[in-house]
């Protein structure tokens, strides 16, 4: 399988889903202002002051290891937190990573000449994952921050 790194093609491609599984159309705005007056409305500037009413934004997206679920972060409604979100391009299911499911979950990737093993980085250490199997390994274990695996450009390795 080869894998594209093309961060603009899978940004479009996360809020497209994100859209095709939103729910019901929104209502259509009627042409004039229907609050009595004295009373004030939605308005523009109040939806821009308030990053929860035009939802959260979607951030540092990135395919799977296997190519078939997309992973990306965006803030919580109503909260500082951030949650990772993977979603299953089999079914179009998007859902938050449970703590438990993180020490799993892949993070941006590097592949081998093959594609056959993904490298990245994680909480400051080195995993590979070998694509086919789906069986992750931690090759580092260091105090130091680790970033930025590569694999050598020759097929030797």
């Not at 438990?100 to 080195?126: C, E, Q, T, Y």
């Not at 070998?130 to 580092?140: E, F």
Request: hydrophobic share 45%; proline share 7%.
């Amino acid at each position: 399988m080869k894998h594209l790194s093309c961060s603009l093609t899978l940004a479009v491609y996360v809020f497209a889903l994100i859209g095709a599984t939103a729910g019901a159309p929104a209502a259509a705005v009627p042409a004039t202002d229907p609050t009595p007056s004295g009373q004030q409305g939605i308005t523009l500037e109040k939806i821009m002051s308030d990053p929860d009413w035009i939802g959260a934004a979607v951030k540092d997206a990135y395919w799977s290891a296997d190519g078939r679920a997309v992973y990306y972060s965006a803030k919580r409604s109503g909260s500082p937190i951030v949650d990772l979100h993977r979603v299953d391009l089999a079914d179009r299911k998007d859902q938050v990573v449970e703590p438990k499911a993180m020490a799993d979950a892949d993070a941006p990737a590097v592949f081998d000449l093959a594609g056959k093993r993904a490298a990245f980085a994680r909480n400051g250490n080195i995993f590979v994952r070998d694509v086919a199997s789906g069986r992750l390994t931690q090759i580092t274990r260091t105090p130091e921050n680790e970033a930025a695996p590569q694999f050598p450009r020759t097929a030797a390795c």
